[in-house]
């Protein structure tokens, strides 16, 4: 499958299949995300990768899923994801475009787990003193995102978009995803 062809794949995940990710493809993961762009070629950007079992149960309990379905969002047991990836921002560096940096770095992690077959859900939303106690991260490092990562155990459909951008799973638990066409978005030449 070629980049535009998983660009075209790429949905979020939120029930995973229970089969454990090796730590060789994890660290595959997180490779690319080291060779990203990087503003100024700075590289502020850390990694901590989650697999350990018990880990995995407390991370787990710091994010938040799905807002507009909630609680149908969240992962039920059994489905949880298999790994998570933790980026971080080294504010000892100059890190005032560490959310540039992260936006690149993720898209690049994302495509390289669908090319390996595994799905990915970039979290935000995170309990970030209690993620930080879980995972002893010092204060210099500013917790940016959680990757969850998994087999995928759904296949989200893509929808266009109609009066909302809010996703929704129907009666049989599909997820659906509304996304703006084309024509809407985009401009040649200027704004006409």
Not at 49 to 54: A, F, L, Q, S
Not at 78 to 90: F, Q, W
Not at 95 to 120: H, K, P, T
């Amino acid at each position: 499958m070629n980049v535009y062809e998983l660009v075209l794949k790429r949905r979020s995940i939120r029930r995973f299949r229970p089969i454990p990710i090796p730590l060789e493809t994890l660290k595959k993961i997180v490779n690319a995300a080291r060779l990203a762009p990087s503003a100024a070629n700075l590289q502020p950007l850390k990694y901590i990768i989650v697999e350990d079992e018990r880990l995995r149960v407390a991370v787990f309990e710091t994010l938040s899923w799905a807002a507009y379905i909630a609680p149908a969002g969240t992962p039920p047991e059994g489905e949880r994801p298999m790994a998570y990836i933790v980026v971080l921002c080294d504010k000892n560096t100059d890190s005032r475009y560490c959310q540039i940096d992260m936006g690149f770095a993720v898209e690049n992690m994302i495509l390289v787990a669908l090319s390996e077959g595994i799905g990915s859900c970039p979290i935000a939303s995170i309990d970030r003193g209690r993620l930080r106690q879980i995972l002893s991260i010092p204060e210099y490092l500013e917790i940016l995102l959680v990757l969850a990562l998994g087999i995928p155990g759904e296949s989200p459909r893509l929808e266009e978009i109609s009066d909302s951008v809010r996703y929704w799973r129907d009666e049989e638990g599909i997820h659906h995803v509304p996304k703006r066409p084309l024509k809407d978005i985009l401009f040649i030449n200027g704004f006409k």
